[in-house]
């Protein structure tokens, strides 16, 4: 029997800005309100950024995580994860400060440098809420979003061997898997691994379900029966690509981060209406959705109980 669906659901990300949808959760009360409404809808994951109560721009602040964290751990059964991406533009460390502080059961990892274009989104809006938004679309122009082995194998380290934290290895090309692949070949972390597989990024791999079907291939050849995982899509190609990992007996992520649209040219209103409306798909497939007690044993976390909130 095929094995029960994970969702993740990532809740506001740290691409989108305040302009562009007035559902996207910017203040710590809306993001927690945000995921547990996500875990009820079906979402075993919930992957967790922050951000500036004030003005709505990424904030590494664990201060920040620490006002939402715990509501969720408290409202819901949900693995919380904690991204280390941040926002673009910040340092390692400001990417880290909060996953070190709340030694979550997983922690986003990407797992090689790109170009990361954002900057023609800007072009879609003529006013802003606020000021700092066209500016920080627009210095991707010229933005390489640095995650060298270096890095890697810093945030390896510091928070999978010192916290017990496992990954959701984020890969937005065919190399960052051969990345992964040699990560692992020096031991640094140990099986299951979570692969998350993003497409549509301008500077990433394109939103062709053709390249969907390469990369599971080449993952299936580099870590066997060690891995499991999952596919995310920006913006338009979200639910096509997600229904697509289903089918092949992947997992699944949605979420405002990745797109705030529920449909062409309509807006989200929720995030949980994203995860219901994929939850819909999945179990019409004939297929069932984990729970996050199923989502621990494949993936081998420590538990809630061992986190720091």
């Given at each position: 029997?095929?094995?029960?669906?994970?969702?993740?659901?990532?809740?506001?990300?740290?691409?989108?800005?305040?302009?562009?949808?007035?559902?996207?959760?910017?203040?710590?009360?809306?993001?927690?309100?945000?995921?547990?409404?996500?875990?009820?809808?079906?979402?075993?994951?919930?992957?967790?950024?922050?951000?500036?109560?004030?003005?709505?721009?990424?904030?590494?602040?664990?201060?920040?995580?620490?006002?939402?964290?715990?509501?969720?751990?408290?409202?819901?059964?949900?693995?919380?994860?904690?991204?280390?991406?941040?926002?673009?533009?910040?340092?390692?460390?400001?990417?880290?400060?909060?996953?070190?502080?709340?030694?979550?059961?997983?922690?986003?990892?990407?797992?090689?440098?790109?170009?990361?274009?954002?900057?023609?989104?800007?072009?879609?809006?003529?006013?802003?809420?606020?000021?700092?938004?066209?500016?920080?679309?627009?210095?991707?122009?010229?933005?390489?979003?640095?995650?060298?082995?270096?890095?890697i194998e810093y945030?390896?380290?510091?928070?999978?061997?010192?916290?017990?934290?496992?990954?959701?290895?984020?890969?937005?090309?065919?190399?960052?898997?051969?990345?992964?692949?040699?990560?692992?070949?020096?031991?640094?972390?140990?099986?299951?691994?979570?692969?998350?597989?993003?497409?549509?990024?301008?500077?990433?791999?394109?939103?062709?379900l053709d390249n969907?079907?390469?990369?599971?291939?080449?993952?299936?050849?580099?870590?066997?029966?060690?891995?499991?995982?999952?596919?995310?899509?920006?913006?338009?190609?979200?639910?096509?690509?997600?229904?697509?990992?289903?089918?092949?007996?992947?997992?699944?992520?949605?979420?405002?981060?990745?797109?705030?649209?529920?449909?062409?040219?309509?807006?989200?209103?929720?995030?949980?209406?994203?995860?219901?409306?994929?939850?819909?798909?999945?179990?019409?497939l004939g297929l069932?959705?984990?729970?996050?007690?199923?989502?621990?044993?494949?993936?081998?976390?420590?538990?809630?109980?061992?986190?720091?909130?």
């Amino acid at each position: 029997m095929a094995k029960p669906v994970i969702i993740t659901c990532a809740p506001t990300g740290g691409v989108h800005t305040p302009t562009m949808s007035e559902h996207l959760p910017i203040t710590p009360t809306q993001i927690a309100q945000a995921s547990i409404e996500a875990a009820e809808a079906g979402a075993s994951i919930i992957h967790l950024h922050a951000r500036n109560p004030e003005d709505g721009r990424p904030d590494p602040r664990p201060e920040l995580f620490m006002e939402f964290l715990p509501v969720i751990k408290q409202s819901t059964d949900a693995v919380i994860n904690v991204s280390t991406g941040g926002g673009l533009g910040m340092t390692r460390e400001e990417r880290l400060r909060a996953a070190v502080r709340a030694s979550p059961e997983m922690a986003s990892l990407n797992v090689g440098s790109m170009n990361f274009g954002i900057f023609p989104m800007a072009a879609k809006y003529k006013t802003w809420k606020h000021e700092w938004e066209p500016g920080f679309l627009e210095m991707t122009r010229d933005f390489i979003f640095r995650n060298t082995f270096g890095d890697i194998e810093y945030v390896m380290k510091e928070l999978g061997q010192g916290h017990g934290t496992k990954f959701e290895f984020e890969c937005y090309d065919l190399g960052h898997l051969y990345n992964l692949a040699w990560v692992i070949d020096q031991g640094w972390v140990k099986p299951p691994f979570f692969v998350q597989m993003v497409f549509g990024i301008l500077g990433g791999v394109g939103a062709d379900l053709d390249n969907l079907m390469h990369m599971h291939t080449i993952a299936q050849k580099l870590f066997g029966g060690d891995y499991e995982w999952s596919v995310l899509a920006a913006g338009r190609h979200q639910l096509s690509f997600a229904t697509q990992s289903a089918m092949l007996g992947g997992n699944i992520r949605v979420g405002l981060e990745d797109s705030l649209y529920i449909g062409p040219g309509k807006l989200a209103k929720s995030n949980a209406e994203q995860v219901q409306k994929i939850r819909a798909i999945v179990e019409n497939l004939g297929l069932s959705v984990a729970t996050p007690a199923e989502a621990r044993a494949r993936l081998g976390l420590k538990g809630g109980d061992k986190v720091a909130f």
